[in-house]
């Protein structure tokens, strides 16, 4: 593609970034010249993705706007000391029509108006720019409206298939041509090299599980789940080349085996995985990894969570009450460990949950220090600064990539269910509410583990307050499946103590030998 061969058309984002779209001419198109106005029900700036009904304003350029988006390219213009140029063609806008527009959207916010008004002036009187801030809070309406916006300029962007220059990071779409690019900076990269603006969060599947992938600059979740199809596929594999060296086998055996491997191997990573696939509103598109568990026999109904009871690993620092830390394996009962959300009072730790290694466990990474159980809640900040965090599986954190390992898990019962921040990071206590997971339609095992239920059937441990766990003990087990999990919850607990009594009497067998 030659550079003379591309017509440039500069749009500018919802946060006043331009996005250079590349496109390639149509041979058999003509010389005549396309209007200004020919994509004049299109606001330049968002694209078209505002509100219906936004006000619009035409410049005398000729280009349409709407009034917010264009109130706020002026004032950030205002503010870095920018000249007030228009986004399209960079023609010099008329000052009264700027003033018009700016002060009008902040004209509940006097401080703000007085303090933009200055800055018009400079600008009219050809002072030279300042750098100015401007502040003033946003109605709530506001903030609701910028993040419906920011969501709608996302999926734009996805749609679009918008890429980000490796050196200045403009926007840049393109609707054919091949794989070089320059962009206005200078800087010539490879297309499907760049980042993308919205990054896919999906695994691309081939010819069937085995041969699963996801894009280069995909998201934490798209690398989860491959994560997750990949360990599935791998015993899929072995049954299969296995198949003819077993031909000595009856058909009825081996049959069996086909049918029962995918079910058994990768059904509880798919319903461990569903509900990440819930919390992320996908419920409108297939979970991925069930058709691959389906394609053998109906896979048994059982929710394959990971115990919520120890949740971190032993070298993780709890935060104090008094500002201090220490490593989880090192907390007692009757520390006062510090409230996540932050209650000056703290949480006194009245139980220490600690499930032994043992067993390969499935685990999130969310720091240098900290591995938490990938069904364990966290709360995750929200990308808008003004939405409060979100309880989330740990998967959805900034930064989070998927482990494996063996390791010891430790976590605490602390009087009134509060959450507790481990290594910078505030996550549950046993029993604490989750709001959003466990009330509603939740599954019932986030009833129990997130409930004071739990702290109930903890208490009833033969260890407590020292509570040992093993990954495989009958006490765990019987709060993963949900027949007996839903028996608890209906007030029935004859099979709790039972599998109590079948521990308490392994773990005086284990004590004599």
Not at 185 to 203: D, E, L, S, T, Y
Request: hydrophobic residues 40%; proline residues 6%.
């Amino acid at each position: 593609m030659h550079e003379h061969d591309l017509q440039l058309r500069i749009t500018v984002s919802v946060e006043a970034a331009a996005v250079v779209q590349i496109i390639v001419p149509d041979d058999k198109a003509g010389d005549e010249c396309v209007p200004c106005d020919a994509d004049a029900d299109d606001c330049a700036i968002c694209l078209g993705t505002s509100t219906a009904g936004t006000p619009t304003l035409r410049l005398t350029c000729g280009h349409l706007y709407c009034q917010g988006c264009l109130a706020t390219y002026f004032e950030r213009q205002l503010q870095s000391g920018h000249s007030l140029l228009c986004p399209s063609c960079k023609t010099e806008v008329n000052v009264a029509d700027v003033e018009r527009v700016v002060l009008h959207e902040h004209e509940t916010f006097p401080l703000r108006a007085r303090q933009l008004r200055q800055l018009l002036t400079k600008q009219r009187s050809g002072a030279p720019p300042t750098r100015s801030a401007v502040t003033g809070a946003q109605p709530v309406s506001h903030t609701t409206e910028s993040w419906a916006s920011r969501r709608a300029f996302m999926a734009a962007a996805a749609r679009g298939h918008w890429r980000l220059c490796p050196r200045c990071e403009r926007m840049i779409e393109k609707n054919g041509g091949c794989d070089n690019v320059r962009c206005p900076c200078g800087h010539r990269f490879r297309w499907q090299a760049a980042r993308p603006v919205a990054p896919c969060n999906k695994v691309h599947f081939g010819a069937g599980i085995l041969f699963c992938r996801v894009c280069e600059h995909s998201t934490s979740t798209a690398k989860f789940k491959l994560a997750c199809a990949r360990t599935a596929a791998l015993p899929v594999a072995a049954t299969a080349a296995a198949v003819p060296a077993a031909a000595v086998l009856s058909a009825v055996v081996t049959s069996c085996a086909i049918a029962l491997v995918p079910m058994a191997t990768i059904g509880p990573l798919a319903v461990a995985y569903e509900p990440i696939h819930r919390l992320r509103r996908r419920g409108r598109s297939p979970n991925p990894l069930l058709k691959a568990a389906s394609s053998g026999v109906v896979a048994v109904n059982f929710l394959a969570y990971v115990a919520y009871g120890a949740c971190f690993n032993r070298e993780a620092r709890v935060l104090m009450a008094d500002g201090s830390c220490k490593a989880a394996g090192d907390v007692e009962v009757g520390d006062v460990l510090a409230e996540g959300t932050g209650d000056p009072r703290g949480v006194v730790v009245r139980a220490h949950v600690v499930q032994r290694a043992g067993a390969p466990k499935e685990l999130v990474q969310l720091n240098a220090r900290l591995l938490v159980c990938k069904a364990h809640m966290v709360l995750v900040p929200q990308p808008d600064d003004d939405a409060p965090p979100r309880w989330r599986m740990p998967i959805e954190a900034a930064g989070a990539l998927p482990r494996v390992g063996d390791i010891e898990l430790h976590n605490f019962v602390v009087d009134r269910r509060a959450p507790i921040c481990v290594e910078g990071v505030v996550l549950t206590s046993i029993g604490t509410f989750c709001a959003g997971t466990t009330d509603g339609g939740a599954p019932s095992v986030h009833q129990i583990w997130n409930s004071e239920t739990i702290v109930d059937l903890m208490r009833l441990h033969p260890t407590w307050p020292a509570v040992t766990l093993r990954g495989d003990s009958p006490f765990v087990t019987l709060l993963k499946t949900e027949t007996a999990v839903r028996r608890v919850l209906d007030g029935d607990l004859s099979t709790v103590k039972a599998a109590l009594r079948l521990e308490r009497s392994e773990g005086e067998v284990g004590l004599r030998n």
